[in-house]
């Protein structure tokens, strides 16, 4: 039996290198679908989730992401994903691998934690991003959403910050202690099984697609470029970045004022080609079709 009611505070130190996603209103299997999973990939329970790491180590013979699934209590579901998932296969951007927004008609809020750079959390509703924290503060369009609730717990956002060395005034921000308790608080995400997670104990869902989106592009064209928006001077061609279909122009005379633009490609084709990591999951048995490995 899985025990909930831990709260969320305990994530500043028990976050490293995930990604968790939690969503308002669905179950973590849908959840798990929007984040990238084929419809139909089955719920593998925890002892076929642990043989497949055990018999498939990431750096020997990857499978695609699996991602522990649960529930948050309060009609919250979650899926815990690794870190590295953030960045894949479209999750951050407006549209999941199939076009369907994690966030499409509900709340979801979601905090990505390398174990080196600071944590980065957002609160999304219906893909408009509401509130945010990173290294750079708060943001989004509601950038105080949390601010009573970190009130309560003893915050007060008008605090000045004693200068460091340099006679800098570092901006006021709460630990993420108090972030992640203010979250939880909020949204009522106090029911999340940090037992069943520290011990490896969810179920989990393949949380890839089968087909990987493959985009080709035109090349970037030769100028001339429009002129610079700050000093009206020329723009020369900085560097062609195809993989996300952009290139790049500066102007020599403002390049360290942020004379600078990013300029879109022209898409000449959009293809699927199979998910590499599907492959992998052949030779493991039955543990993609019955939830059960050899």
Same mark, same amino acid.
């Given at each position: 039996?899985? =025990?909930?009611?831990?709260?969320?505070?305990?994530?500043?130190?028990?976050?490293?290198?995930?990604?968790?996603?939690?969503?308002?209103?669905?179950?973590?299997?849908?959840? &798990?679908?929007?984040?990238? $999973?084929?419809?139909?990939?089955?719920?593998?329970?925890?002892?076929?989730? +642990?043989?497949?790491?055990?018999?498939?180590?990431?750096?020997?013979?990857?499978?695609?992401?699996? @991602?522990?699934?649960?529930?948050?209590?309060?009609?919250?579901?979650?899926?815990?994903?690794?870190?590295? +998932?953030?960045?894949?296969?479209?999750?951050? @951007?407006?549209?999941?691998?199939?076009?369907?927004?994690?966030?499409?008609?509900?709340?979801?809020?979601? +905090?990505?934690?390398? @174990?080196?750079?600071?944590?980065?959390?957002?609160?999304?509703?219906?893909?408009?991003?509401?509130?945010?924290?990173?290294?750079?503060?708060?943001?989004?369009?509601?950038?105080?959403?949390?601010?009573?609730?970190? $009130?309560?717990?003893?915050?007060?956002?008008?605090?000045?910050?004693? !200068?460091?060395?340099?006679?800098?005034?570092?901006?006021?921000?709460?630990?993420?202690?108090?972030?992640?308790?203010?979250?939880?608080?909020?949204?009522?995400?106090?029911?999340?099984?940090?037992?069943?997670?520290?011990?490896?104990?969810?179920?989990?869902?393949?949380?890839?697609?089968?087909?990987?989106?493959?985009?080709?592009? $035109?090349?970037?064209?030769?100028?001339?470029?429009?002129?610079? =928006?700050?000093?009206?001077?020329?723009?020369?061609?900085?560097?062609?970045? !195809?993989?996300?279909?952009?290139?790049?122009?500066?102007?020599?005379?403002? !390049? &360290?004022?942020?004379?600078?633009?990013?300029?879109?490609?022209?898409?000449?084709?959009?293809?699927?080609?199979?998910?590499? !990591?599907?492959?992998?999951?052949?030779?493991?048995?039955? +543990?993609?079709?019955?939830?059960? $490995?050899?």
């Amino acid at each position: 039996m899985i =025990e909930h009611g831990d709260g969320l505070a305990w994530l500043h130190r028990g976050l490293e290198g995930c990604y968790l996603t939690f969503a308002e209103g669905i179950p973590a299997e849908e959840l &798990a679908v929007r984040l990238g $999973a084929p419809a139909d990939s089955p719920v593998l329970d925890a002892d076929t989730v +642990a043989a497949i790491e055990r018999a498939a180590p990431p750096w020997e013979q990857p499978v695609p992401d699996i @991602g522990r699934i649960g529930d948050a209590g309060n009609g919250w579901s979650f899926v815990l994903l690794p870190c590295t +998932a953030y960045w894949e296969h479209g999750r951050t @951007g407006p549209e999941s691998p199939y076009g369907r927004c994690p966030s499409h008609g509900i709340r979801t809020v979601s +905090a990505v934690y390398t @174990g080196m750079d600071p944590a980065q959390i957002d609160v999304m509703h219906d893909g408009q991003h509401l509130w945010g924290y990173s290294d750079s503060g708060f943001n989004g369009s509601r950038p105080h959403l949390l601010n009573t609730a970190l $009130a309560d717990l003893g915050w007060n956002a008008d605090e000045e910050e004693e !200068k460091a060395e340099n006679g800098e005034v570092p901006p006021h921000s709460p630990s993420y202690e108090l972030l992640y308790a203010a979250l939880g608080n909020f949204f009522g995400l106090n029911g999340l099984p940090r037992a069943a997670i520290e011990n490896r104990t969810l179920p989990g869902m393949f949380c890839e697609p089968r087909e990987l989106p493959r985009h080709e592009y $035109a090349d970037a064209p030769a100028g001339p470029y429009g002129p610079c =928006e700050q000093c009206g001077g020329p723009m020369v061609l900085s560097h062609v970045a !195809k993989a996300v279909g952009s290139y790049v122009l500066y102007c020599d005379r403002c !390049k &360290a004022l942020g004379g600078y633009r990013v300029e879109g490609l022209t898409r000449t084709e959009e293809r699927t080609v199979p998910n590499p !990591k599907w492959a992998n999951v052949n030779l493991l048995g039955d +543990a993609d079709g019955d939830g059960n $490995a050899d």
